[in-house]
C-alpha cells in the first residue's frame, strides 16, 4: 500500500524560507516520478514541480530560482525546499507520486499547509 505524508508547512514571513518533507512508504522509490503541487484557497490545484527517477527536474515558472526539489532514494523521502517566499505562495502543497509508465500521478499526500505573510 504505496503512502505519502507530507510535513514542514507553517507560518512564514515574505522572503523567508521553508522546507517540506514527503515520506513515502510501500513503493520502489527510484523508479517513480515524484512532483509536488499546491492548492491555494478557491482556486484549482497546481503543478509546481517534479523530479524525475533519472534526476532531472521541471519548475512551474512561478517558483523557478525559488524552490528546489531534491530526493533521496536511501530514505524513500523527497523535499520541497522554498526561498524569497512571496504570499501568492500560500496553499496546501501536496506531493504524488506516478508509477513508472503512468500519465497522472496516481499517490498523493494529504497536504500540508504553508502560509505567507506579507
Known amino acids: 500500500q504505496v503512502q505519502l ?4 508547512g507553517g507560518l512564514v514571513q515574505a522572503g523567508g524560507s ?12 527510484n523508479s517513480y516520478t515524484m ?11 497546481k503543478f509546481v514541480c517534479t523530479s524525475w ?3 532531472s527536474t521541471y ?15 536511501a ?3 523527497m523535499y520541497l525546499e522554498m526561498n524569497s517566499l512571496k504570499p501568492e505562495d500560500t496553499a496546501v502543497y ?18 500540508t499547509q504553508v502560509t505567507v505573510s506579507s
Not at 18 to 29: E, W
Not at 94 to 110: H, I, K, L, T
Open 94 to 111: 501536496y506531493c504524488a507520486v506516478r508509477p513508472p509508465g503512468r500519465v497522472n500521478y496516481d499517490y498523493w499526500g494529504q497536504g
Open 35 to 45: 512532483g509536488w503541487f499546491r492548492q491555494a484557497p478557491g482556486k484549482e490545484r
Open 53 to 55: 527517477d533519472g534526476g
Open 5 to 8: 505524508v507530507e510535513s514542514g
Open 18 to 29: 521553508l522546507r517540506l518533507s514527503c515520506a513515502t512508504s510501500g513503493l520502489t522509490f
Open 59 to 73: 519548475y512551474a515558472d512561478s517558483v523557478k530560482g525559488r524552490f528546489t526539489i531534491s530526493r533521496d532514494n
Open 75 to 77: 530514505k524513500n523521502m
